[in-house]
């Protein structure tokens, strides 16, 4: 074996080394206790949750802490811990220092960070809290009202392989949810502090391939689109499975893992100026309509 190869060897090998230092320190640390201070302990493990994306989502998307994300229709979601998007082309619907309204058709992915209380339900409702926010996540739409410059022509409407795309959902915990909460999320990574290990589970790594991946992820909008729908994309997520010495290197598989499914979303979706005008705009119309009727 060449010199070159060798050092090369020798570079993966290290590589490999501090995933597993790295993923030792990360457990580590979200399993830090201070008692009595929840709040001030649940701010910092969200923070260490942010340097993990930070450390493996490309610099093109940008990771905001503690947003609410809206739709067109003036569907307002459950606060987000960490909302992961694309800021290149989309405005911001109102930004001041900490408050931050994000367009859905921004947002490639949504991360919400919980301790152990994943099992928590409302008192009043008996509904899973995690089930609710994943429904205030579910229940905002992209609008395909955009008028867009394109290298060949002005393009009116969605891409025909993004018609309405959804965010990635993602729960970042120290222990797994009940069976009743696996199909909530698309990616779930559990802090493990008695095997000191991170554990990823995708719920659909086995049963999906790329091209189904896609379909979920850009084509909410347009499920007749049969051509790109069906198209079939033989790899899997599980697939993307890195293993050292019979063990999974899990920060690893989700930095592939994860990357993969962006590089499906790719771009945002082309912003619908108008959908937005004409949120506002019935707004001030309702206001005026509400004051003639009580006259």
């Known amino acids: 074996m060449g010199n070159e190869q060798t050092k090369g060897k020798k570079v993966i ?59 067109s229709s003036g569907n307002v979601s459950d606060e987000v811990d960490l909302a992961i998007l694309d800021e ?25 960070c919980k301790s152990t209380n994943v099992d928590n339900k409302d008192n009043n409702t008996g509904e899973y809290y995690l089930r609710t926010w994943c429904k205030s996540i579910k229940n905002l739409n992209t609008s395909s009202d955009s008028i867009t410059r394109m290298v060949r022509d002005i393009t009116i409407g969605p891409a025909k392989t993004q018609s309405g795309t959804r ?72 697939d993307y499975r890195v293993v050292h010495n019979g063990q999974l290197m899990s920060i690893l598989t989700l930095n592939l893992q994860f990357n993969q499914l962006l590089m499906l979303i790719n771009n945002p979706m082309l912003f619908p100026h108008m959908a937005y005008v004409e949120m506002f705009n019935n707004v001030e119309k309702e206001n005026k309509d509400d004051g003639k009727n009580t006259d």
């Open 167 to 238: 965010p990635i959902k993602i729960l970042c915990a120290l222990s797994k949810p009940t069976v009743d909460l696996m199909n909530c999320f698309d990616i779930y990574i559990i802090a493990n502090n008695n095997s000191q290990k991170i554990e990823i589970i995708v719920p659909h790594e086995t049963d999906w391939d790329l091209g189904q991946w896609h379909y979920e992820l850009n084509m909410r909008d347009n499920k007749s689109n049969s051509k790109f729908i069906q198209k079939k994309l033989n790899r899997k997520l599980s």
């Open 13 to 71: 090998k290290a590589i490999i080394g501090n995933y597993r230092e790295i993923e030792k320190s990360l457990v580590a640390q979200l399993n830090f206790e201070v008692p009595n201070h929840s709040l001030t302990i649940g701010g910092f493990r969200e923070e260490i949750w942010k340097q993990l994306f930070e450390q493996i989502v490309p610099k093109k998307y940008v990771i905001e802490q503690s947003v609410f994300l809206l739709d």
């Open 88 to 112: 290149m082309y989309t405005p911001y619907i109102f930004r001041k220092d900490r408050i931050k309204f994000i367009p859905i058709e921004a947002v490639a992915a949504v991360v919400q």
